[in-house]
C-alpha cells in the first residue's frame, strides 16, 4: 500500500470490479482510453490481469481510493517494463466525481516515485491520446515533459487517432520527490500495494 496526500494506492482485489465497472462504462471517463463496456463482466479478465500482474510482477496496478471514505476513485499502474533500461510506461483512470479533488496527482506521483526510488527505474513514459487535455495537465503536474508525437498510433472509437509522449527520467527534479532509496530491482509479489 502507498499514501500519498488524499489518496491510498493498494492493489486491486475482486471486489473492485464495480468499481472498475464504473470507470470504464463512463463515456466520459473511457472518451480517450476505449470505448465505453456495458456490463462488469466484460471487466473480469481486465481486473484478472491487474490482480495477476501485481502478483507476477509483471505490472504494478495499483487501485486508488480517497483517505478517509475508502471510496474507488480510479486506477494507477506501472506496466511495460524494461530493466534492461530501467524504464516503464504509467497508466491511469480516474472517475468523473473524483475530479478536482488532487486524487490522481498524488496517486500518480506516489506510483512514479515508487518505480523510481524502490524499482530503480531511469524512466517512465505516459502516451496519452491527442487532445486528452485533462491527463497533459496532470503529466505537466507531475514533472512529465512532452517528447513526441506518434502519428495515427492509436485505433479510438473507429478512428485513428495521434498519441502524444511524455518522459519523466529519474534525474527529472518534479514536485512531491522525497528522497532517494537505492538500487532498484525487479517487482515482486511482496512489494508493497
Not at 98 to 124: C, N, P, Q, W
Request: a negative charge.
Amino acid at each position: 500500500m502507498l499514501k500519498a496526500g488524499n489518496a491510498i494506492l493498494r492493489r486491486f482485489t475482486p471486489e473492485d470490479l464495480d468499481g472498475l465497472f464504473r470507470c470504464f462504462s463512463d463515456p466520459d471517463a473511457t472518451e480517450f482510453i476505449t470505448d465505453p463496456v456495458d456490463r462488469p463482466e466484460a471487466l473480469e479478465g481486465v481486473l484478472e490481469e491487474f490482480i495477476h500482474g501485481h502478483e507476477s510482477g509483471t505490472a504494478l496496478n495499483w487501485a486508488v481510493v480517497e483517505k478517509g471514505t475508502g471510496l474507488y476513485a480510479g486506477s494507477v499502474s506501472l506496466q511495460e517494463f524494461s530493466f534492461h533500461d530501467g524504464s516503464a510506461e504509467t497508466a491511469f483512470e480516474l472517475l468523473t466525481e473524483h475530479r478536482g479533488k488532487g486524487l490522481m496527482t498524488s496517486a500518480l506521483s506516489a506510483a512514479v516515485e515508487y518505480g523510481f526510488d524502490a524499482l530503480g527505474l531511469h524512466r517512465i513514459e505516459a502516451r496519452v491520446a491527442e487532445g486528452n487535455r485533462r491527463a497533459e495537465r496532470l503529466l505537466y503536474r507531475v514533472g512529465f515533459r512532452l517528447e513526441g508525437t506518434l502519428r495515427d498510433a492509436l485505433l479510438l472509437h473507429g478512428a485513428h487517432r495521434n498519441v502524444n509522449v511524455f518522459g519523466l527520467l529519474s534525474s527529472d527534479a518534479f514536485p512531491g520527490r522525497s528522497r532517494r532509496r537505492g538500487p532498484g530491482r525487479m517487482p515482486s509479489p511482496s512489494d508493497p500495494g
